[in-house]
């Protein structure tokens, strides 16, 4: 059915509103991250969707009046964790970089992890390293960096896992050095870096761990 011209109009305006809402919540993310304020990226993010009509479903299928209640009362401690260890290092091939641009890609990683975003949405446009890697997974390389480091903490203070096997995405991007390392298997305390130092694919290491049980 068509909207009327007045409907539109309201629709329009609503739609308006909410993307400068939402601009603002994004804005205040970025604002607080570039000032080392995990807690308050966070939960600028949790703010924003807890006021949604329709959230974004972290649940698989919850409500919307669940899903409102999950972000109102979200625990920070996760995406905290997980932020703290994006600042705490870089991968070797990042490390290289210039602060300035280290910097560019912890925000960006930082967005895309707490916004849910695609790949190379908050990078600036003239944006360049050098480096072998498509600018726009670079931002993915850090987060998986940060992902591994707090992973490996996670399973060790458990204190049930002893082992540890690597896994790949198992698609056409993965390189040879990344399949050579697929499937070994390492003690806790031996888990080798990820992302892989010798990757060679465009979209960067997408290696990970899984706890091998029994």
């Not at 809402?21 to 993010?45: G, I, K, P, W, Y």
Request: glycine share 6%; with cysteine.
């Amino acid at each position: 059915m068509k909207a009327t011209p007045g409907g539109q109009a309201i629709a329009d305006q609503y739609t308006a509103a909410e993307a400068a809402r939402r601009r603002q919540a994004e804005e205040a993310t970025l604002a607080a991250l570039r000032h080392r304020r995990f807690v308050d990226a966070a939960r600028a993010v949790y703010t924003f969707e807890a006021d949604q009509v329709f959230p974004r479903d972290e649940l698989m299928g919850a409500s919307p009046a669940r899903l409102r209640k999950w972000w109102a009362t979200k625990d920070v401690a996760d995406d905290l964790a997980l932020l703290q260890e994006m600042w705490s290092g870089a991968p070797p091939m990042i490390a290289r970089l210039p602060p300035n641009q280290q910097d560019i890609l912890r925000e960006a990683a930082a967005m895309r992890w707490l916004w849910d975003t695609r790949i190379g949405t908050w990078l600036p446009e003239d944006f360049t390293t050098g480096l072998a890697i498509d600018r726009d997974w670079l931002p993915n390389v850090v987060q998986n960096y940060a992902w591994h480091r707090r992973e490996v903490k996670n399973l060790g203070a458990q204190r049930i896992v002893k082992e540890v096997e690597v896994g790949n995405c198992n698609d056409a991007g993965v390189c040879q050095a990344c399949w050579a390392l697929t499937g070994r298997r390492y003690r806790l305390d031996q888990v080798p870096d990820l992302p892989h130092p010798g990757c060679t694919s465009r979209t960067g290491c997408r290696c990970g761990i899984r706890a091998v049980l029994g």
